[in-house]
């Protein structure tokens, strides 16, 4: 298992790293428990919804730092609609690839930008407070990498059904006692779960 | 007589000393021959494997005939574990083993508690030691065996061995006794007549001999089931073919680590107390994992980095020549936070920041100088991109 060399030109040398004063957004995700977490920060043109400026903060492995570094990269001088569209996929590529348990990294930082440029858009009355449904369950779903193969759990058709009834949240996964990153998985959903306030309950099942 | 590389990983492997290769040099070219009997070519090896094993033996407090040389510690514990279960467990017999040992002795663990056998697992305070009262109170009328590791794979904490004997020689039935000396072994004086141990594993590459050879001790009496069966060269428990190059290649490495004892580990002890002033003066806001002083092996210094992460630190370290190890979860295969540490009460930014460095006979002042100075700066640099350092210290 190997780090191709933009990956690690991106961590020995990150782009836009550092502490932003008086930013327009920001954003923190992931937790020092999953043993990663990214802050991004944004100045927007408030004429031009464009990203004027983007800054991170990484606290985390080498392709979590790589990973954030690139999303800068992608993000920087485009507009929001533009910035919205980027996904861990796109800084995948721009990295040449990750292992696949390095995967998940590549979506903190996607997801953290995205999270920045909603908390911006929220703030600036640009767009509603988006209300809590299985579809943000489903969204958050498609964020949780499957550490085996390095492709979402969606993609890849591990989950069968996911129920939302009072705060209740029920996921019914595909996947194997014997599977080694069955915990692992699990223990992602929780996390992206659990910071929803509408959230009381999650009950994952297993076949 | 140095590569180029500062390797500061040697609880893993050990570079072979030299002299290693020159004694296993005649077994690879000249004497290639196998054990045997009446023609000189066999009674040769077998008068070679004899005087090896003694003198590996001698090390431990034995003789030739207490030992099975074999593949390796994983092996040794593998022959002993099963070994003794076969022998002396019955269906739904008691084990006990503590949740901070080395995975050789959980995984067989595991395995033995699908084969209908109970296990107690003793917990470990804050600086690994597991915990004697509990040993104490788990012990059962069908307890027959008892496993640990004599020193800590990752923190490097000396087991206190003696006070383990007398509690298990104190109960009203034998309890069979087997540790694990892989960490241990060419560190700290082990005696199995003074250990009151039954079987014990040992492994040359921890001690610069070469990898793939290791020993099992048997004290004389105890029976073991046996694991592999096969034609039988020297060895009776331990079939099949021999590598006598590699014992060779051990009882050389045993030489030269206890010929001359105390000074090298004294040597070592020096070198880590050094390593650990170091970082203690250079880094700030580190901690010690693991005991100081006497209690701790003396090659292993176990340290966590407050607000980054081991894994982006052994990279760096990695990019200027120097191995280290880490206990995170992103450099762990199954992305999962160093289970000892986080028994012995650590939370996870402190197992993710966790950095192990094992010394051996070839490792220098300079050679730590330099890491400490590396460490120092990536400590630094990673610390201005971390959001909890950023978090917590505003001002800079």
Known sequence: MQYSQKVLDHFMHPKNVGKMENPDATATEGSPACGDQVTVYLKVDEEKHTIEDISFLSYGCASNIATASIITELAKGKSLDEAKAITWRDAMEALDGLPPVKVHCSVLAADTLQTAISNYEIAHGLKEVPNFSKDTILEELKKIIYPKVGEDIVSLKMVKYVGLTDGDVLIDLNMMSFDQWRDNVAEEIREHLEKYPEVKNIQINFP | ?396
Request: one cysteine or more; charged letters at 20%; aromatic letters at 8%.
């Open chain 2, 1 to 396: 007589m140095k590569p180029g590389r500062i390797y500061l990983d040697n609880c893993i492997t050990t570079r072979p000393a030299p002299e290693v290769l020159e004694a296993m040099k005649p077994y690879f070219e000249e004497q290639y021959w196998y054990p045997g009997n009446f023609i000189s070519t066999g009674e040769a090896i077998n008068d070679a494997i004899l005087g090896f094993g003694s003198t590996v033996a001698k090390a431990i407090g034995t003789n030739a005939s207490e030992l099975h040389f074999c593949s390796g510690g994983t092996l040794a514990n593998n022959m002993a574990i099963k070994g003794l279960a076969t022998a002396y467990g019955k269906a739904g017999g008691h084990v006990i083993v503590s949740v901070v040992d080395y995975p050789d002795l959980l995984t067989n663990a595991a395995y033995l508690e699908k084969q209908g056998f109970e296990v107690s697992y003793l917990s470990a305070d804050g600086e690994g030691f597991i915990n004697l009262q509990e040993l104490k109170s788990a012990i059962r009328h069908d307890t027959f065996l008892f496993m640990t590791t004599a020193v800590n794979h990752v923190v490097g904490t000396i087991q206190p061995l003696a006070e383990i004997k007398a509690i298990l020689e104190a109960a009203d039935h034998k309890i069979y006794f087997h540790l694990d000396a892989g960490q241990a072994f060419g560190k700290i004086p082990l005696d199995v007549n003074a250990l009151g141990v039954d079987t014990m594993s040992i492994s040359a590459h921890k001690i610069h001999g070469p990898q793939g050879i290791g020993a099992l001790y048997q004290r004389s009496g105890i029976k073991l089931g046996q694991l592999i069966h096969g034609v039988k060269r020297v060895d009776n428990l331990q079939t099949g073919g021999l590598n006598i190059a590699l014992i060779a290649g051990f009882a050389k490495a045993v030489e030269l680590t206890f010929g001359d004892f105390a000074a090298s580990t004294a040597h070592l002890r020096e070198l880590s107390d050094y390593l650990l002033s170091r970082l203690e003066a250079e880094i700030p806001e580190i901690e010690l994992n693991g005991p100081r002083g006497d209690k701790r092996a003396p090659h292993n210094i176990n340290v966590s980095i407050d607000y980054i992460e081991g894994e982006a630190i052994t990279m760096m370290l990695d990019v200027l020549g120097i191995t280290v190890a880490t206990g995170s979860a992103c450099a762990s295969q199954g992305l999962k936070a160093n289970y000892v540490l986080m028994a012995m009460g650590k939370n996870h930014v402190q197992s993710h920041g966790s950095m192990k460095f094992t010394l051996s006979r070839y490792t220098t002042k300079e050679d730590i100088d330099e890491t400490v100075a590396a460490l120092a700066g990536i400590s630094k640099e990673l610390r201005e991109r971390s959001p909890l350092y950023n978090a917590t210290h505003k001002e800079r």
